[in-house]
T-cell receptor, first 116, second 114 residues
Framework: ETGVTQTPRHLVMGMTNKKSLKCEQH?????MYWYKQSAKKPLELMFV???????ENNSVPSRFSPECPNSSHLFLHLHTLQPEDSALYLC???????????????FGSGTRLTVV | AQKITQTQPGMFVQEKEAVTLDCTYD???????LFWYKQPSSGEMIFLIY??????QNATEGRYSLNFQKARKSANLVISASQLGDSAMYFC???????????FGTGTRLQVTL
């Protein structure tokens, strides 16, 4: 497989459930990201991992818990979510090269999450 | 702070015509990069084109070109010879050294008609 793969593509969960989103990249990139895309809002950066270390956490509620066990895998663990957390969750990876800002960001197809 | 503004929520264009999608940005950094992504209904964000702040030439990639006007802080995407498959959401994004992340606009939905 190539690129960035996200599973599952769709997820419906109750507010008391615990679930996890998975992201895998086969590009040899050294940074991975979680973005949230809600209707009519810009993509919101949630977490950044660089070399498996979390370097950014944009005031995301603790009911979202990221995990990056290695440079190829990124998880987003979900528990006791709210209906307003329903959104498309996009994973991305990148590799900083040279002095350009074109880090080759590559996105997955996303997981469409519905909280009921 | 970094900010991207896309003022066109939706655009229509006839097949084979050209269309311009607007994007303005705000940053105090001197070095930055501007990106355009396409998002079809499947959800994936597809990279289209990149422009560095110090690039002297406007970027081009096939039917896509970026009209970069640094003094006006605008980075409009031009799609030539539109095709039905171009119908999608289009996002402009900014990357700066200070923020070290991509900041996105709200997007423009493009519909290509026969």
């Amino acid at each position: 497989e190539t690129g960035v793969t996200q599973t599952p593509r769709h997820l419906v969960m109750g507010m008391t459930n615990k679930k996890s989103l998975k992201c895998e990249q086969h590009l040899g990139h050294n940074a991975m990201y979680w973005y949230k895309q809600s209707a009519k809002k810009p993509l919101e950066l949630m977490f950044v991992y660089s070399l498996e270390e979390r370097v950014e956490n944009n005031s995301v509620p603790s009911r979202f818990s990221p995990e990056c066990p290695n440079s190829s895998h990124l998880f987003l663990h979900l528990h006791t979510l709210q209906p307003e957390d329903s959104a498309l969750y996009l994973c991305a990876s990148s590799q900083k090269t040279g002095s350009s800002f074109n880090y080759g960001y590559t996105f997955g197809s996303g997981t469409r999450l519905t909280v009921v | 702070a970094q900010k991207i503004t896309q003022t066109q929520p939706g655009m229509f264009v006839q097949e084979k015509e050209a269309v311009t999608l607007d994007c303005t940005y705000d940053t105090s950094d001197q070095s930055y990069g501007l990106f355009w992504y396409k998002q079809p209904s499947s959800g994936e964000m597809i990279f289209l084109i990149y422009q560095g702040s110090y690039d002297e030439q406007n970027a081009t990639e096939g039917r896509y070109s970026l009209n970069f006007q640094k003094a006006r802080k605008s980075a409009n995407l031009v799609i030539s010879a539109s095709q039905l498959g171009d119908s999608a959401m289009y996002f402009c994004a900014l990357h700066t050294g200070t923020a070290s992340k991509l900041t996105f606009g709200t997007g423009t939905r493009l519909q290509v008609t026969l």
